[in-house]
């Protein structure tokens, strides 16, 4: 090996990792975390209040608070409010289950926890705030569907990134 090709060598090292990483590092990176859709909240609510309708409360309850189960997927969930304007089931922080939703007020003061309580219908309605996004950890904007059935406030939400 000549003298040259020696001394290049490091060079020829630094060129191709910066011709060649980003494609590598593309390739090893997760693909972008997909968001659920409106579409999706909508469905999600209806099949909550179907398992609700055939299932009872308890199992439908226990069902929404399964972290592994059919009304949690990726960023979405179901969480349902009580006739005594309490958080009764949540499928993102079990925690949060016994808040009264008047309390439920956002960054930008929005009390959208009294907002589902008063403005839901048994059609369905879409409410607007801010949240804390389980995948990210940030609080987003973020719009819920929110339906009225057998008094019970049956919803799910969609988170938007801020761009």
């Known amino acids: 090996m000549s003298k040259y090709c ?11 990792l910066a011709l060649f990483a980003p494609a590598w590092l593309a390739a090893e990176l997760p693909p972008a975390q997909e968001r659920a859709t409106a ?10 209040i179907a398992y ?3 299932h009872g409360r308890e199992a439908t309850f226990a069902a929404i608070e399964d972290k592994q189960g059919e009304f949690v997927d990726r960023d979405l969930y179901i969480f349902v409010y009580g006739p005594g304007r309490t958080i009764v089931a949540h499928g993102s922080n079990t925690a949060l289950v016994g808040t009264v939703a008047d309390t439920l007020i956002d960054v930008d003061g929005v009390p959208f926890g009294a907002m589902f309580m008063d403005q839901a219908t048994a059609e369905g309605i879409w409410v607007d705030y801010k949240w804390h996004d389980p995948v990210s950890r940030e609080v987003l904007p973020k719009t819920s569907w929110v339906v009225l059935h057998d008094g019970y406030i049956f919803g799910a939400g969609i988170y938007q990134p801020e761009p």
């Open 6 to 16: 020696k001394t290049c060598y490091p060079y020829v090292l630094v060129l191709s």
């Open 39 to 48: 579409g999706q909240a909508v469905a999600m609510v209806a099949r909550a």
């Open 52 to 54: 609700y309708d055939e």
